[in-house]
Each structure stands twice: as structure tokens, then as C-alpha cells.
């Protein structure tokens, strides 16, 4: 929980890793990717405050120590969820596993929840397994990454038929949250690797489920809300929008802000740290301290404490099912409402 | 002869084609040299070593093409370099072949309607600064609709559009609307409002993608990096 002048905010990470990218770790003949990836990663690490800036070593495989410091006893952190992302193909035992996740999650089952993923291009071993995570970890979400390399298959959507019983799977199990990444990817090569239509697609198909875009479709924002304005149950994840922006250019982070308050609404919008790329400290403490720089903003919807509390914790604990503590709730009230505009002026298709 | 400065001016016309800027004014420009004999070396950089091969691959390519239009030019030699994807796209653009070449088996096609998707983008950002400029100065909604391509002023916004709509083979001689859909139809009066809404996300998209292009370049590369450009 984070205190500041009297406001108390629940404090629910929705998106929080527990990697090894050490060079032990790197699958022969893959190494120029693995460490291109995480090298990669390390870069956008510098768009935080310097004092937040890890040597790469560190960065490549960090202790639980480190971890449990970083979120838990200076970042504010009460629960957090883990998003795994496997990258077998790069990295031996997986860059960022659910077993990797769970050594840390049964240590603190009261505050870290582990997310599963599934792969259509696995099938029917691939349902199996998806069965068996979800009894082991309990799961209520999964992290989808459609980009990920795959025995010669360089991705997928979530269009594809194969994803589909998957989909039916997770309604079965009571899977209701799933993210998908739609950030910086590389795959396919000659296509626009952000395009959020997938999702559009299952949203509308299968409304048991909540989908929650993660990095909002960034660098392809206006995509991702003029799509989430069309789906009640499509939510934006804030990884890399507070951690790339808020710092570096603090300008352009109150114009995505602005937008995303207005397409999405602060109902609709989820606080990511996505360690270890970020600390949630600064994030945390950045996002209570903030508001628009100036009235040049001022046709943007208002950012109250209300919005703080819902996107720091409220609204990804209704989701996952999370007890806040009586103080840090909000009365019970209608959300702001997002704008419901049709984009077809801009998108052509009308 | 091609000097050092026509080289730079032809990769001036260059531009990412995603955030819709020049790739000198992006520093992605690391050198350029000019031989005695007239032979041209340039060497480009991205923000990350794994920025996406098809725009990689577009800029490289666009950049020799660019070179090689100028007049009594010899070899033209452009390297991208650090970047994961570097050897195929080197070996491609050098030979003048293309992106299938550069990555057999792995691409549907060429990317000619990537380039497009992304100029229509560019083309709405550009005209909603120009618009909102309008509107700041007093204009009403009336007045900008009826703007004609002879009234649009003469800054870099405004010509930007005008190159953008002839790739787009949307007419924009003198008597033409200022500000079109991206089908090239005029918008009206009535619609200006709410197409500002949704053409000021776009560039604000276009404009927080270049932020943290430029960011992650000063990171990469230790450059220094002034101020904000827009927003």
C-alpha cells in the first residue's frame, strides 16, 4: 500500500517478471538473439530516472532478494502478478517460465498471482498442459505472445482457428483474464507486427473473458483505442506507457494519458511496472504525485484520485478476484465513462 | 560532382516511413562520406538493435535509391549497422534487390502496403496540427473545411502533406481541399470536430513513438538529445 497525503492506494502490479538471461542460460546457436533480446530490454531500462538504472549483468539475472526488495518493501507493491514469457527458442530453460515464477509465488502466495500462457501451435498437448497449469497455479489469467517463434512458425493471432478451443478451455476453467502483448515485437517481418484486429475479433466472440492489451498496442495507440472503445471488454495495460514516458518525456505521457482516459476510461486502464525493466517505486510515487503539466490539456478528462486508486489497484482487483483492504476502497459509484466515438473518419471505412 | 551536403540533402528526403520524419533529423544518419572519386559511404543506425527489419529495411533501401538519384554519383554504398537483422538487409539493399530478397521464404510480399498504411497515418497527423493551428488562430470550423491547398501556409507540416498525397494519389493542386480523409475525400464542416478528435490520437501516437524512438537512440548511443520535439 502507498500512503501520500492521506490517500491510501492499493497497489496491484499486473505485469511483473522473474527472468534469467544470463549467458548460461542462452540457447546455442540463438545467443546474438538472447542477448539482443535482453539488451533490448536493458535499453528502454534507460528511459527511467538514472538512479533507477541497472549495470547489465544485474539486469540479465537479478535475486530474489533484489526482487522481493524492489517490489514489496520500497515499491509499494501489494499484489503483483506475473506475466511469463517463454522464448524457449533463445533461452534454454526460458526466459521468464511459470515454473521459474512459481519458486517466487509459493513463497508469497498472498501477493504474487501467477499468470499460465498457452501456445495454439502446441495443440492438443498444448490443451493438456493448459489444464494441468491451471490446477497446479490455480490460474485466473494467462499472457499470450503472439510473436514468439515456434518449430519454423514465427507467430500467430488469436484469430487463428487453432487458438480457438483454447479459448473455449479457458472459459472452462475459469480463466477470465488474458493478455495479450501488443508491444515492440518483430514478427512477421513484412507485416505490421502490432495490429490489434485479433483482438477485436475474440473480444467480440467471447465476452466471458476480459482481454487486456499490454503496452495499449504502443507504438500503434490510436489502433489499440479505437478498438477498445468498440469492446466493454478490452482493457489497456500501462507497462511501458508510465515506465517509457512518465520520465523521459513527460509531455507525450500526458497526451497518452489524456487519451487513453478519454478513448478507454480509467475504469479500463491497469498499472504495470513490468519489472525488472522498471522498479515500481518511481512509477508508483509518479503516479500519485501527477496530473496534466498545464491547461493546454484541459479538454482531456480530469485525473482525480478516484482515476489513481482505480488504475493503481481497484480496477485489476475486481478482475483477479483481490480483497482490498476496507481503506483503500473507493465508494461505490458509476466510472467515468469512456468516449464511445467511431474512428471511421480516421480508419477510412466508413 | 556529389559533394558531402548534396548526399545529406538526399538523405533528407528520406523518412522513417513509421514516424513520418526525416532519418537526418532522426540521427539514424551515423556517417556519410564522399570519396575523391565520387564513390558514397553511409552508414545508418536504429534506436535498438531489434527496431522492425521491414522499416529497417525500407530506410536502407530508400537511402541508396535517394543517393543514387543524384547526379554524377559513383558507388553508393549504405550499411546498416547494429542491428539484428543487419547482414540480410546489407546484403539485399546492396545488391538493389528487395525485402523477399532479403528474407526469402519469410515474407508474403513487398511493402508497398505497409508504406501506405502509414502515410495515410502520417497524412492525417500532419493535417490535425495544421488544423489545430488554424482553430488556435481563430479559425472556425466553417472557415477550415472551405481551405483550398493554395491557402495552406508554407511550413514543413504543409508540404509534408502535399508530398504524402501525391504517393497517395490524392489530387492536391491549388483548388483542392486542404484537408481530406484518407480516401482523398474533403472533410466537412460538420465532421471537423470529431475527425480532430480521432486525427489528434493519431499524432499523438505518431508523436509518443518518435519520443521514444529518439529516447532510446540518446540511450543507445549516448547522444545528447535537447528537448521535446512536439506535443
Redesign the interface.
Known sequence: MYEKDGEKYFVLDTHTHFWDASPENWVEGAE??AK??I??FH??Q??GPPDTHWPIEKFQKYSEEDFVRDMFEEGHVDVAIFQPTYLKSWYRNGFNTAQQDATLAEKYPDRLILNGRWDPREGEAGLRQLEEDAKRYRLKGVKLYTAEWHNGS?GWTLKDDAAQPFFEKCIELGITNIHVHKG?T?W??????FDVSDVDRVATDYQELNFIVEHVG?????DF??MATQEPNVYAGLAVVIG??MH?????????MG?LLF?VGEDKMLFGADYAIWEPKWQVEGLVDWNYPDDTFSDYPAFTNASKKKILGLNAAKLYGVEVPEECRLPVEEGTPA?R?D?E????RG | MTDRADVLGALGTVYDP?LDEPITSLRFVTSCDVSAAGDVDVRLRL????C???FAYLMAADARDAVLRLPEVGTVTVVLEDH?TGDEINAAVGRGGT?ADA?PG??????DA?RE?FR??AL?ARQSRLCERLLAGGATVGDVAARRVADLPDNPDARRCIELRAHLDIRSDEDAPAFV???GEP?AAS?LR??L???S??R??????G??CR??LR??YGITDPE?VA?
Open positions: 546474438e538473439y539482443g533480446w539488451e533490448c535499453a528502454y534507460g528511459l514465427r515492440p518483430i512477421p517481418l513484412d507485416k505490421d507486427a504502443l507504438p500503434r495507440i490510436e483505442c479505437f517509457g514516458l523521459a518525456r513527460p509531455r507525450f505521457f500526458a497526451k497518452v487519451e478513448w468516449a466515438e474512428a473518419l480516421v480508419e477510412g | 513509421e534506436p535498438t538493435p531489434q522492425a527489419p521491414n539484428y525485402f528474407f519469410e515474407t508474403d510480399g513487398e511493402l505497409l498504411l495515410r497515418k492525417v480523409l484518407p480516401g472533410i465532421d470529431q475527425w478528435r480521432t486525427a490520437l493519431v499523438t501516437s505518431l508523436e509518443a513513438n519520443g521514444i529516447s532510446l540511450v543507445r521535446e506535443a
